[in-house]
Nanobody, 127 residues
């Protein structure tokens, strides 16, 4: 059974930083790209960042580019999202996801490309 478990969310002030973690079990982690998505109540879930299965490339939504960094530690079956200079508009539930395709040549921003999802962790940015 594949499981993805996020952690690291919380309540922070604008300008602060947080690091989210997502631990994957039940799957050969290093063969699959990973993504982070976020959702605000009443809105569609949106792409945040993705990292290729071998860590060779990353992709970011324009809204977070330059502030967020996605990384992976294959020895720990974990993907991270370092979030700096947080803004109130970053408030959302953040979920990690594991790619449907093994050793894919490119990452994807499409939710339909991701086979497994975590439950999410709440990030709230407020003064």
């Amino acid at each position: 059974q594949v499981q993805l478990v996020e952690s690291g969310g919380g309540l922070v002030q604008p300008g602060d930083s947080l690091r989210l973690s997502c631990v994957v079990s039940g799957r050969t982690f290093y063969n699959f790209a990973m993504g982070w998505f976020r959702q605000v109540p009443g809105k569609d879930r949106e792409f945040v960042a993705a990292i290729k299965w071998n860590g060779g490339s990353t992709d970011y939504a324009d809204s977070v580019n330059g502030r967020f960094t996605i990384s992976r530690d294959d020895a720990k079956n974990t993907v991270y999202l370092q979030m700096n200079s947080l803004k109130p508009e970053d408030t959302a539930v953040y979920s990690c996801a594991s790619d449907l395709i093994g050793k894919a040549t490119k990452t994807s921003r499409l939710q339909s490309r991701y086979a497994y999802w975590g439950q999410g962790t709440q990030v709230t940015v407020s003064a």
